[in-house]
C-alpha cells in the first residue's frame, strides 16, 4: 500500500495551492479519503475527508469555505485545493485511507509520508 502526497511547497498569505495524493496497492474506490495537517509542536488534526463515491465531503471548521476536496477513482487519487491561504494553516498534510467516514485519525488505516505547506505573512 502507498500513498504519495505532493504538491506542498512556499506561498504567500491569500495564495493557493493544490495538494494530490496518489494511491496503490489497495482498492482505491472502497475507501473513505481524508486528508490530515500536523503544525510544530501540535497534534494531528483533521483536514477534510470525501466519501467512496465523491458524494459527500467533510471539512474543519477551521478550513471551511476555503478548502475543497475532490477525488478521482480513475486515477487513483484525491486532491485538496487550498485557497486564501492564512499563516496558521503552515503544516506537514497527510493524506489517508478508511473504511468509513471519520474525523478521528485513529479510524484510518493507510497513510502517505506527508507533504510540507508553509504559508508566509
Known amino acids: 500500500v502507498q500513498l504519495q502526497a505532493s504538491g506542498g511547497g512556499l506561498v504567500q498569505a491569500g495564495g493557493s495551492l493544490r495538494l494530490s495524493c496518489a494511491a496503490s496497492?489497495?482498492?482505491?474506490?472502497?475507501?473513505?479519503m481524508g486528508w490530515f495537517r500536523q503544525a510544530p509542536g501540535k497534534e494531528r488534526e483533521f483536514v477534510a475527508a470525501?466519501?467512496?463515491?465523491?458524494?459527500?465531503?467533510f471539512y474543519a471548521d477551521s478550513v471551511k469555505g476555503r478548502f475543497t476536496v475532490s477525488r478521482d477513482n480513475a486515477k487513483n487519487a484525491v486532491y485538496l485545493q487550498m485557497n486564501s491561504l492564512k499563516p496558521e494553516d503552515t503544516a506537514v498534510y497527510y493524506c489517508?485511507?478508511?473504511?468509513?467516514?471519520?474525523?478521528?485519525?485513529?479510524?484510518?488505516?493507510?497513510w502517505g509520508q506527508g507533504t510540507l505547506v508553509t504559508v508566509s505573512s
Open positions: 470525501i466519501s467512496w463515491n465523491g458524494g459527500s465531503a
Open positions: 496497492g489497495f482498492t482505491f474506490s472502497g475507501y473513505v
Open positions: 489517508a485511507a478508511a473504511t468509513r467516514v471519520v474525523r478521528d485519525s485513529g479510524g484510518y488505516v493507510y
